[in-house]
C-alpha cells in the first residue's frame, strides 16, 4: 500500500460520522482507472440507518463511473483489527475478485493484508447470474 493511499484512510476517517459508538473508520478503494476513493462511516440517530465507510468509498467510485476494485484499505483504532464488516465484504466482492488485497490499518499504518478471497471464501458475485 503506498503512502497516498494510508494518508487518504486518515484523512477519512477524520471525517466519520460516528457520535454513537466513538468508532470512527476511514476507507479507501483503488479503482482500475488507478483513482482512489475515500469514505467513511455516517451514522445515525435512528441506528439502523447508518452505514460503513466502505459503503461510502464504494459509492464514490460507482459515482466516478468506475466499476473495478483492486486495492482495499480499511482503517480504525483499537486492538482488534478493523476488518470489514460481513455486508461489506459483499459489497466489495460485487466490484472485486479474490486476490485483490485489503490493508487493514491503523492510524500509525499498516497492520495487516488480507485477501477479499480470504476475508469472503467461497464467496457469491456477479458472475454466477450471467
Ligand atoms: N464500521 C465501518 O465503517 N466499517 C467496518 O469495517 C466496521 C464497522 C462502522 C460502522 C459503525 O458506524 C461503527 O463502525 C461501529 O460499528
Same mark, same amino acid.
Given at each position: 500500500?503506498?503512502?497516498?493511499?494510508?494518508?487518504?484512510?486518515?484523512?477519512?476517517?477524520?471525517?466519520?460520522?460516528?457520535?454513537?459508538?466513538?468508532?470512527?473508520?476511514?476507507?479507501?478503494?483503488?479503482?482500475?482507472?488507478?483513482?482512489?476513493?475515500?469514505?467513511?462511516?455516517?451514522?445515525?440517530?435512528?441506528?439502523?440507518?447508518?452505514? @460503513?465507510?466502505?459503503?461510502?468509498?464504494?459509492?464514490?467510485?460507482?459515482?466516478?463511473?468506475?466499476?473495478?476494485?483492486?486495492?482495499?484499505?480499511?482503517?480504525?483504532?483499537?486492538?482488534?483489527?478493523?476488518?470489514? @464488516?460481513?455486508? @461489506?465484504?459483499?459489497?466489495?466482492?460485487?466490484?472485486?475478485?479474490?486476490?485483490?488485497?485489503?490493508?487493514?490499518?491503523?492510524?500509525?499504518?499498516?497492520?495487516?493484508?488480507?485477501?477479499?478471497?480470504?476475508?469472503?471464501?467461497?464467496?457469491?458475485?456477479?458472475?454466477?447470474?450471467?
Amino acid at each position: 500500500m503506498d503512502k497516498a493511499m494510508l494518508d487518504l484512510a486518515r484523512q477519512a476517517m477524520a471525517k466519520a460520522h460516528a457520535p454513537y459508538s466513538g468508532f470512527h473508520v476511514g476507507a479507501v478503494v483503488r479503482g482500475a482507472n488507478g483513482r482512489l476513493y475515500a469514505g467513511c462511516n455516517v451514522e445515525n440517530a435512528a441506528y439502523p440507518e447508518g452505514w @460503513c465507510a466502505e459503503t461510502t468509498a464504494i459509492a464514490a467510485m460507482v459515482m466516478d463511473g468506475e466499476t473495478r476494485i483492486v486495492e482495499v484499505a480499511v482503517m480504525g483504532r483499537g486492538e482488534g483489527l478493523v476488518t470489514p @464488516c460481513g455486508g @461489506c465484504r459483499q459489497r466489495i466482492r460485487e466490484f472485486a475478485v479474490g486476490d485483490v488485497p485489503i490493508h487493514i490499518c491503523a492510524p500509525e499504518g499498516l497492520r495487516r493484508t488480507l485477501t477479499l478471497g480470504e476475508l469472503l471464501p467461497l464467496s457469491f458475485g456477479p458472475e454466477h447470474l450471467v
